[in-house]
């Protein structure tokens, strides 16, 4: 599978579409998969489909053509993550959105990490990749869609850099949402910025939703008090201190 990443002229996001074994049609017409509304488009621009592993991209008789590296097409085309597309003001690009973890690299540095030795999981609960398990092993975990993260989740939902887990001394993590386009969640709610989250809360990134517990799987409990248990604390501590206050000026 691949997302096909679609910028406008000044490198601006405007869209990312998932290309199975199907077809994308590109142009002006609002019929299309991929609506590009520019003067310099054609009605029905292009196309970019699947050959097997190989993606493709047609000029659909243009007036203005496709351009792959700077270079006009003629016929089908194959094209990869390393090429730059170009359908008038706007640039397109691939990613091979595959899901698989990293394999590890050989050599004498490469240096053997245990599961022992991760301070947690993400355990991914929904979805076709259900099931698959990212441990974290550094203090600073990377969320994305690409494979430069140290977490990739292969789904067009989730951002090229989604969010950021960081561990803390006392066992929690700031999860941190990098502006991705359909937001992050922990329990629920909305990650604004950044928020506070323990072993046994599900996390979602994009549509893919995920829990995070500890290297064995277990999610424990936070550390700490509740507001709720802080407040009453608060007002059974201010009776207890109102009953002092009262026997000491009655002597």
Request: proline share 4%; aromatic share 4%; charged share 25%.
């Amino acid at each position: 599978m691949y997302i096909v990443v679609v910028e406008d002229e000044r490198g601006a996001l405007i869209s990312e579409h998932a290309l199975y074994d199907g077809e994308l049609r590109l142009g002006r017409g609002p019929d299309n998969d991929i609506v590009l509304p520019g003067t310099t488009v054609s009605r029905d621009h292009a196309r970019v489909f699947l050959d097997g592993l190989t993606a493709y991209i047609v000029d659909e008789a243009s007036a203005n053509g496709v351009l792959v590296n700077d270079h006009r097409v003629r016929g089908p085309t194959p094209v990869d993550e390393s090429h730059s597309i170009r359908l008038g003001e706007y640039r397109l690009y691939l990613e091979r959105a595959t899901g698989k973890l990293k394999p590890a690299q050989d050599g004498i540095g490469t240096a053997i990490v245990l599961p022992e030795h991760a301070h947690g999981k993400l355990v991914i609960i929904g979805g076709p990749q259900a099931g698959r398990e990212h441990l974290l092993f550094e203090p600073i975990t990377c969320i994305g869609r690409t494979d430069e993260n140290d977490v990739s989740l292969a789904d067009v939902s989730v951002s090229r850099h989604h969010a950021r887990l960081k561990r803390q001394d006392d066992g929690s993590y700031v999860l941190t949402d990098l502006n991705s386009s359909n937001g992050s969640y922990a329990s629920g709610r909305t990650v604004e910025q950044s928020m506070r989250v323990w072993h046994g809360q599900r996390l979602q990134f994009g549509n893919v939703e995920c829990m995070l517990v500890d290297a064995q799987g277990k999610g424990r409990r936070r550390v700490g008090l509740t507001p709720n248990t802080m407040f009453a604390l608060a007002v059974v501590g201010a009776a207890v201190l109102g009953v002092l206050l009262t026997l000491l000026l009655m002597r």
